[in-house]
Antibody
């Protein structure tokens, strides 16, 4: 069974930094692309970033480009999100999500429970 | 950037059928497939429909998806509504730069 467990969420001041982690188990970690998705409580989902299985191919949403960096450690089955120059609008629950494939389609087949980031002075 | 527009809320009675729409601002669902996720209160999202109309194993056949290329829209239809279907539903697709995009979500109330 796939498990994704996020950690690292905290209260941080505007302009501050934070590093989120996602510990994965139940699948061959280095074969799958992983994503970060965030959600302001009670609001919609916002895709943030992806890092391909190869550890090199990355994409970022415009809202975080240049401030957030996604990385992974395949030896530790872990995904990370380095968040710099945080803003109030970055306040959200951050999910780690695993990409799955079936019948030629790509989708999120597993999600973690999320870790809460609050940016406030 | 692509915007996916969903109705804020829909409601219907148990046993009835409801359809949730997702309209794409540019590009095409024919080129960039749509997925649908269900999120119950307090839980993480789960996949209900992928590749426009495919159902993952374990998802009841009461859930179905379709696209209409003429209106650049996608639809999630839930038939035989049950109280446990009450949740938020999000459509998701991709833009031309391979960035993932979500719709704003639709709250389904089963009265």
């Amino acid at each position: 069974e796939v498990h994704l467990v996020e950690s690292g969420g905290d209260v941080v001041q505007p302009g501050g930094s934070l590093r989120l982690s996602c510990a994965a188990s139940g699948f061959t970690f280095n074969e799958y692309t992983l994503h970060w998705v965030r959600q302001v409580p009670g609001k919609g989902l916002e895709w943030i970033s992806l890092l391909a299985w190869d550890g090199h191919t990355t994409y970022y949403a415009d809202s975080v480009q240049g401030r957030f960096t996604i990385s992974r450690d395949n030896s530790r089955n872990s995904l990370f999100l380095e968040m710099n120059n945080l803003r109030a609008e970055d306040t959200a629950l951050y999910y780690c999500a695993k990409e799955g494939q079936d019948y030629g389609g790509i989708y999120f087949d597993s999600w973690g429970q999320g870790t809460l980031v609050t940016v406030s002075s | 950037n692509v915007i996916l527009t969903q109705p804020h809320s829909v409601s219907e009675s148990p046993g009835k059928t409801v359809t949730i729409s997702c309209t794409r601002s540019s590009g095409s669902f024919a080129s960039n497939s749509v997925q649908w996720y269900q999120q119950r209160p307090g839980s993480s999202p789960t996949i209900m429909i992928f590749e426009n109309h495919q159902r993952p194993s374990g998802v009841p056949d009461r859930f179905s998806g379709s696209i209409d290329t003429s209106s650049n829209s996608a639809s999630l239809t839930v038939s035989g509504l049950r109280t446990e279907d009450e949740a938020d539903y999000f459509c998701q697709s991709y833009d031309d730069d391979n960035l993932w995009v979500f719709g704003g979500g639709t709250k389904l109330t089963v009265l």
